[in-house]
């Protein structure tokens, strides 16, 4: 069955960079869109950023990231990455790695970023 | 953006009993191609969303035939017909039409009375 396991989270300051990972198995992840969605403390769902599947020059993000946060992937590692700088406060959140297989489908379950000082 | 809105936000509900959230889109969610992107995300407490329907009213596999999805253009509502314990959590709708951005409900809080 589909797994995807993130890591890389921690606790950063605010202007300062951390890169996320997923490891995803249990499907053919070079043939499938990605998306980055995270979740802040005690709120809802907010997509973050999605990639296409072999074109992965067709990237797309949230306005609240753009510029900031870049979406990428290694489809020999299958692996899924996000590489976010410039952190701010408002970025806290479990960020969780998520198929496009059929729309969005299976989530990973989470890695938890804190910027703060 | 398309705006998603849900109603209620907190639904106290009774075992046994039925339950059905409200979910609208600010714009029609029908695509060019005929489909409609509109899906249900189950959060559990301490978990992470899991789908339990897709494209307004397909339910994912392993999903119990409680749960019901309906509605068409900027309508939609997700039904359980007799709420179960392991049915508490938060619900979110998500339109997957309009693109980018996906976007989604603030979500429905449900809870046993």
């Known amino acids: 069955q589909v797994q995807l396991v993130e890591s890389g989270g921690g606790v950063v300051q605010p202007g300062g960079s951390l890169r996320l990972s997923c490891a995803a198995s249990g499907f053919i992840f070079s043939i499938y869109g990605m998306h980055w969605v995270r979740q802040a403390p005690g709120k809802g769902l907010e997509w973050v950023a999605f990639i296409h599947s072999y074109e992965a020059s067709d990237r797309f993000y949230a306005d609240s990231v753009k510029g900031r946060f870049t979406i990428s992937r290694d489809n020999s590692r299958n692996t899924l990455h996000l590489q976010m700088n410039s952190l701010r406060p408002e970025d806290t959140a479990v960020y969780y790695c998520?198929?496009?297989?059929?729309?969005?489908?299976?989530w990973g379950q989470g890695t938890l970023v804190t910027v703060s000082t | 953006d398309v705006v998603m809105t849900q109603s209620p936000l907190s639904l106290p509900v009774t075992l046994g009993q039925p339950a059905s959230i409200s979910c609208r889109s600010s714009?029609?969610?029908?695509?060019?191609?005929?489909?409609?992107?509109l899906n249900w995300f189950q959060q559990r407490p301490g978990q992470s969303p899991r789908r339990l329907i897709y494209k307004v009213s397909n339910r994912d596999s392993g999903v119990p035939d409680r749960f019901s999805g309906s509605g068409s253009g900027t309508d939609f509502t997700l039904k359980i017909s007799r709420v179960e314990a392991e049915d508490v959590g938060v619900y979110y709708c998500m339109q997957g039409t309009h693109w980018p951005p996906w976007t989604f409900g603030q979500g429905t809080r449900v809870e046993i009375k």
């Open positions: 714009q029609s969610l029908v695509h060019s191609d005929g489909n409609t992107d």
């Open positions: 998520v198929t496009n297989q059929d729309g969005i489908d299976d």
